[in-house]
């Protein structure tokens, strides 16, 4: 959260960017109601569980096949987290009433497992609130130009750091071929093999991160510029009418503190205010199977036994009333 922009990191101003067809109106009057109980937004986590046990159930087969089917998998898991990757890069031009589709980075990637195409659809519908640049503070006295001047100066993506420790002496290959395979140890053993390939992989998706965000960043300060410059007019880009009512109605998210321009989505049971990175957090517990009374003359039950159509996955709870 050290890299959200304060008013000291406000640059230069942008004056008389154009307004085009963006949409000005009508959002202020649209309260959105984050249900908090919308179970899709964290859909995955119920596959998971019924794909682990049928793993478990896959051991009983031959070893072979078993891991062959590992190693499809390892690397399924490495597209995935790759397509999800690609989806939190922050666009300027994919927004949403001043907002953006993708998160301004206040979580690490990690934390960032949400169902990406259902959120931006839900954002896209006006049913959840987009991701806002967020302010360390705001000040009330603020006048409507140093407001305007403050967001023209914002990022778009939360920075990254650029040499991380966990990622030092790996080696990164050519990060446009997607097969690492060649800069992993063969002497190593199976099993350091695949901690070394595991660590690559992450190493490198860091780095293209950073280098898709970089690349957006760089096309978002170009376009303004020639706004700015009387070189073209860009619809994507907020007029300072919208700039300034959004940061001027915002509110501080109770979950991150931080400065969200409004409105904000409102939990349905308690109308508290969240913002919609902290939503995207609210995960789902691991599923279940229904609770049965123990007779304590049979044996106890093995889970991985069951049909996993039984497994019960119970909605969130609100982080506010925890209901
Ligand atoms: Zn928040
Ligand atoms: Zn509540």
């Known amino acids: 959260m050290g890299n959200t922009p304060t008013k000291l990191d406000s640059g230069n101003s942008t004056p ?186 992450k190493a490198r998706l860091y780095r293209s991160r950073l280098i898709w965000q970089e690349t957006a960043n760089e096309t978002f300060l170009e376009d303004k510029m020639d706004v700015r410059l009387g070189k073209s007019k860009n619809k994507y880009l907020p007029s300072d009418d919208l700039k300034y009512s959004l940061y001027k109605n915002g509110t501080e998210c109770p979950i991150c503190f931080l400065y969200i321009p409004g409105p904000l989505n409102y939990s349905k049971c308690c109308q508290q205010p969240i913002c919609t990175e902290c939503f995207v957090q609210i995960k789902r517990a691991e599923p279940h199977f229904p609770h049965e009374e123990v007779d304590p003359t049979k044996p106890i039950s093995d889970d991985s036994i069951k049909d996993p159509n039984l497994l019960i996955s119970e909605p969130p709870n609100c982080p506010y009333c925890a209901t």
């Open 16 to 201: 008389g960017v154009a307004s085009g067809d963006y949409d000005n109106d009508g959002y202020k009057s649209r309260s959105r109601h984050a249900s908090l109980v919308n179970g899709k937004l964290n859909g995955n986590s119920n596959t998971t569980s019924s794909y682990s046990s049928r793993q478990r159930a896959h051991s009983m087969f031959d070893k072979m096949d078993h891991d062959k089917q590992k190693r499809k998998s390892t690397k399924e898991r490495e597209h995935s987290k790759e397509i999800q990757a690609r989806g939190l890069v922050v666009k300027y031009d994919e927004n949403c009433d001043g907002g953006f589709l993708a998160p301004f980075g206040c979580y690490g990637f990690d934390k960032l497992d949400y169902n990406i195409v259902m959120v931006k659809r839900l954002i896209v519908e006006r049913k959840l609130a987009p991701f806002y640049t967020p302010l360390q503070d705001f000040d009330e006295s603020w006048s409507r130009e140093e407001i305007i001047k403050i967001v023209d100066g914002l990022p778009l993506h939360a920075s990254f750091e650029d040499n991380i420790e966990e990622f030092e002496d790996i080696p990164l290959g050519d990060l446009n071929k997607p097969n690492f395979d060649y800069l992993v140890d063969k002497t190593l053993t199976k099993k350091e093999q695949r901690r070394q390939h595991s660590k690559i992989f």
